[in-house]
């Protein structure tokens, strides 16, 4: 039987240097453990400079058949890709960017990486910034299209094993409420769940009216944000207890406790074959329906 992808992504790919010349990279990991669902989903790469010369040497062009060649990042590259998230041409428009971000590399921090980052919040569109996340987001796109999946992956997916955080900014609090709700089924099927502060009470509120009794504990609260609940579960991830980290992010205001934030993320991208962080509301939703069914393949 043979299956035909409604449409062909345009992704928008880069590595930080540590990410890129090992023959056990994460750049190599990706693109060599993801064969099956790039090979079936046919995507276009947007290949930032140095990251498509480290492809080349590693023999990963016949998996990557359809690429297009961005400048070196000192050269506006990644400047270039920003573009390309925010741009209105479908024709031109990248639909997801997978960054595989180093912590500790400092151009990871420079403005066109975050400003990467928040457009791809602000336009809806996945952000993918670990190992882990970008195998997860690959394998689901195409196990959703009619791939067989990937039994590799297989343990990722018993959710009766795995923990997950559930976080949100003011601003987006309702959201992951109404999130939640529409994917309770999934989120309850995790063997533990995290929050920050607020968000947990009001997650063990809802729990309680769908459950009853049996749902008011259904979320482990730590402290707000502000004072280092981020902190605390950023410890849990690395001690890889949370795999995924589902943070509801308003890009629209400022933070006094933006440390904190880049903390939980930097915690997920030093585990990066582990953990992986999702963003914004209409790709978490994509993403929780995908995960329901891939958990009951």
């Keep these: 039987m043979s299956f035909t992808v409604a449409k062909k992504l345009r992704i928008g790919l880069i590595a930080n240097r540590s990410h890129q010349d090992a023959q056990d990279s994460a750049l190599v990991q990706l693109l060599r453990g993801s064969r099956q669902a790039i090979t079936f989903l046919q995507p276009e790469f947007v290949v930032v ?138 989120l309850d099927k995790f063997a533990y769940r995290y929050a920050t502060g607020t968000t947990g009470g009001l997650l063990n509120q809802l729990a309680k009216k769908i459950k009853g009794e049996a749902g008011r504990d259904w979320v482990q609260p730590f402290l707000s944000g502000p004072l280092g609940g981020d902190a605390q579960l950023a410890e849990l991830v690395l001690d890889r207890k949370i795999r995924r980290i589902l943070f509801l992010e308003d890009p629209h205001v400022a933070r006094q406790h933006e440390a904190d934030i880049q903390l939980l993320e930097r915690a997920a991208r030093t585990v990066t074959d582990f953990a992986q962080v999702f963003s914004e509301v209409e790709g978490a939703d994509r993403w929780l329906t995908f995960l329901s069914e891939r958990s009951a393949a």
């Design 49 to 186: 400079g140095r990251t498509l010369d480290a492809m080349v040497m590693h023999g990963l062009l016949d998996i990557c058949q359809h690429v297009e060649r961005f400048p070196y990042g000192r050269d506006g590259g990644l400047m270039k890709l920003v573009s390309r998230v925010v741009d209105s041409d479908p024709a031109k428009a990248v639909d997801a960017v997978i960054y595989l971000i180093d912590p500790v590399d400092p151009s990871s921090v420079f403005p066109e990486a975050v400003a990467l980052k928040r457009q791809c919040v602000i336009h809806r569109k996945p952000f993918l910034a670990t190992l882990a996340g970008a195998r997860e987001w690959l394998e689901l796109e195409a196990t959703v299209n009619g791939a067989p999946t990937d039994p590799a992956l297989d343990a990722s997916f018993a959710l009766n094993n795995e923990g997950i955080a559930l976080i949100a900014h003011d601003a987006m609090k309702e959201k992951m409420l109404a999130l939640a709700e529409k994917h309770f089924n999934v």
